[in-house]
Nanobody, 125 residues
């Protein structure tokens, strides 16, 4: 059973920062595209960012461009999402996902094979 485990969520004030981590096990991590998605209460799950297997290509949804940075360390089998200048609209459960897919479909949730359980991010004063 392949596994993805997210960590790093929590409560932060508007304007603050968090770094999420997604640790992988039981599959060839370096061959997989990793995506971050989020789901706020009453809303659809949406793509946030994704990174190619090598780490050379990244993609961001417009609402997080310039604020969030995705990166990966294949030796540690971990992907990170650095989130700066957080605002209440960023409040959601954040999920990471892994799949063998072309980058042009990395924002499509159904493209992914494996999902983590999610970590809660709450931005509030």
């Amino acid at each position: 059973q392949s596994q993805l485990v997210e960590s790093g969520g929590g409560l932060v004030q508007p304007g603050g920062s968090l770094r999420l981590s997604c640790a992988a096990s039981r599959f060839t991590f370096g061959n997989y595209v990793i995506g971050w998605f989020r789901q706020a209460p009453g809303k659809e799950r949406e793509a946030v960012s994704c990174i190619s297997a090598s780490g050379g290509n990244t993609n961001y949804v417009d609402s997080v461009k310039g604020r969030f940075t995705i990166s990966r360390d294949n030796t540690k089998r971990t992907v990170y999402l650095q989130m700066n200048s957080l605002n209440p609209e960023d409040t959601a459960v954040y999920y990471c996902a892994a799949g063998r897919l072309p980058m042009y479909s990395c924002t499509v949730a159904t493209s992914y094979n494996y999902w983590g359980q999610g970590t809660q991010v709450t931005v509030s004063s």
